[in-house]
């Protein structure tokens, strides 16, 4: 699995779900979640402590989880999101709403430009532009993955870009 150059947010030092610390050095779940809010950011990360993953308790809205480590006091963040997980958000996250459907879009080219997907081909449907993409080493047989084209100019891109890159941070 390759790693890719986003980094989701902080490490909060609490369980999301029951306020309790993490220590350092703690196992727990990180997860990214779809916020609502008109001034936030689409997305955002929640730390979830183990036991409380394991008793099945979940954020709203969850996207994407990983399990990590609590990091120890002045050590060095490594936190990333890998390509799969920006795969898993494509394949989970749908074009029924506008806002989703340009962040999903937004994804899928990350991913392209990454080489994590090929294009296939471009379907023109009633409800417009769908480009079908294949995981690169997918098994023959795979359902593409079908993302709309939300049809953004050059200065939306970039305003989503901006606003995604607030939520995954370049360590380079």
Request: a negative charge; charged letters at 30%; one cysteine or more.
């Amino acid at each position: 699995m390759s790693r890719s150059d986003f980094e989701l947010g902080r490490f909060g030092g609490l369980c999301a779900l029951t306020g309790e610390a993490i220590a350092p050095g703690a196992p727990f779940v990180a997860a990214m979640v779809e916020q609502d809010l008109a001034d936030a950011p689409p997305f955002a990360r929640v730390d979830v402590s183990v036991q409380a993953w394991d008793e099945g308790r979940r954020p709203d809205r969850l996207l994407a989880f990983w399990r990590t480590t609590a990091p120890e006091p002045g050590q060095k963040r490594q936190a990333f999101i890998d390509d799969e997980t920006l795969l898993d958000m494509v394949r989970r996250m749908d074009d029924a709403d506008p806002r989703r459907a340009r962040y999903r879009w937004l994804l899928a080219l990350i991913l392209l430009r990454k080489r994590a997907l090929r294009h296939l081909r471009i379907d023109q449907g009633p409800d417009g532009e769908r480009w079908l993409f294949m995981p690169r080493g997918a098994d023959e047989g795979t359902e593409p993955i079908a993302v709309a084209n939300p049809g953004l100019r050059d200065d939306e891109v970039q305003d989503l870009a901006d606003q995604l890159g607030e939520v995954l941070r370049s360590e380079a």
